[in-house]
């Protein structure tokens, strides 16, 4: 029977072979969504080892972060970027969960998440939210909170504006425009927590110091913040 059904697997895949959403490449029978060489080569900052990594250094001067990292790095052409484009704009939304519960297990066995109280998504704005159908963002921290056994909070804070593009912009421009993008609408729920911000991805830092900024508004909360690839500019 076993012997029918591999024949019968084998068969199915060479009419559909599944591929790699990393490196494209045929996956094993045993390999879901991402192959095993792809969860072993992509290359780890270790950031979370490291307190005066540079996604913290990203943050001196602007905005109290107590701890950031990043899982890899956002190069052209690099496996955790086609994989961060298939969660995006493919809707897998499962490479987020995955590659979270990877990441999350990775920073609970170090320490770093032994005094965070809850994960909070960078929200999208609602109207994205509807057109994407779901938060990126919100998959990869399923991910970090189910390998920490943290709470995942999505209703505390939201996006209200959309922000304008942020390239070309000096820093002291961004943050302008960034102000005020996004809204506490449960101040309660996190009043006095530790609090960890996730994105897939962080750039200029603009978009995470704005939600620290919104969510710091709030007594006694502090603000640490993750992502899955660290985007040098
Ligand atoms: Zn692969």
Redesign the pocket.
């Given at each position: 029977m076993s012997y029918l059904y591999d024949f019968w697997d084998d068969f199915i895949s060479l009419l559909f072979p599944r591929l790699?959403y990393?490196?494209?490449?045929y996956l094993l029978r045993n390999e879901n969504l991402?192959?095993t060489?792809?969860y072993v080569v992509i290359p780890r900052t270790n950031y979370h080892n490291e307190p005066d990594n540079p996604v913290a250094q990203l943050f001196w001067g602007r905005c109290p972060i107590e701890k950031a990292a990043a899982f890899s790095y956002y190069n052209k052409g690099s496996?955790i970027r086609n994989l961060i484009h298939n969660l995006k704009y493919k809707g897998i939304r499962e490479i987020g969960y995955d590659l979270g519960k990877l990441y999350g297990s990775s920073l609970t066995t170090s320490g770093f998440m032994t005094d965070i109280d809850m994960i909070i998504p960078v929200p999208l704005h609602p109207s994205k939210l509807r057109i994407r159908g779901f938060n990126q963002s919100e998959s990869i921290s399923e991910g970090i909170g189910e390998a920490a056994s943290l709470p995942v909070e999505v209703k505390a804070l939201t996006r209200v504006i959309i922000s304008a593009t942020q390239t070309k912009k000096s820093r002291y421009e961004r943050w302008t425009n960034v102000e005020r993008i996004f809204k506490v609408t449960d101040p309660q729920t996190i009043t006095g927590k530790h609090i960890l911000l996730v994105d897939d991805v962080i750039t200029t830092g603009s978009t995470i110091e704005s939600c620290t900024n919104e969510l710091m508004k709030v007594a006694n909360v502090r603000v640490s913040v993750v992502a899955l690839a660290y985007a040098t500019v």
């Open positions: 790699c990393g490196c494209g490449n991402i192959c060489e792809c496996r």
